[in-house]
């Protein structure tokens, strides 16, 4: 056999390894993808936790829209956190039906972070919490039989423009 042949096998049918770095949704939800409300480009839907404050702006319209994190519940004025496009009933960029549910990611580092835990075929996970973004998915995320058909998805989400 040749050398080149060789590699190729190693490469094709080496584990491709992945080690739960125990992320929580919350890691990805402070910047998130969204459609633009005015002209449906992509945008960006920001919470900054310190400003006490979440902001959606287009590059491609310049549409930009503010809104304080805080409510007053009970006579007492509270911080409500929460991923950044829900202050804005915005859509998520990254989301598409996926037989009969809906596979979606926040940004591109959420994606990024699914698209290698589904495409690895060793997955390790240590010290389990069952508080672990990878713990609280939906079970088609994990299913091997799914991990073809959610690679192209996932391929197809990344060229959107």
Known sequence: MSGDFLSFLKLRFMDRRFTDQQKILADF????????????????????????????????????????????????????????????????????????????????????????????TLREHRDRTHFTLLEKLPKFYHDARNRESLLKLIAKLEKKL
Request: hydrophobic share 40%.
């Open 29 to 120: 939800q402070d910047q998130v993808a969204v459609h633009c409300p005015s002209c449906n480009a992509k945008a960006k839907a920001v919470s900054d936790q310190a400003a006490r404050k979440a902001k959606l702006t287009c590059v491609q319209c310049g549409y930009s829209k503010e809104c304080s994190m805080l409510t007053k519940m009970g006579g007492t004025t509270i911080q409500v956190s929460m991923p950044a496009h829900r202050y804005f009933d915005a859509i998520l960029w990254y989301r598409s039906a996926f037989r009969n549910d809906v596979f979606m990611a926040y940004n591109e580092a959420h994606l990024a972070y699914l698209k290698n835990y589904i495409g690895a």
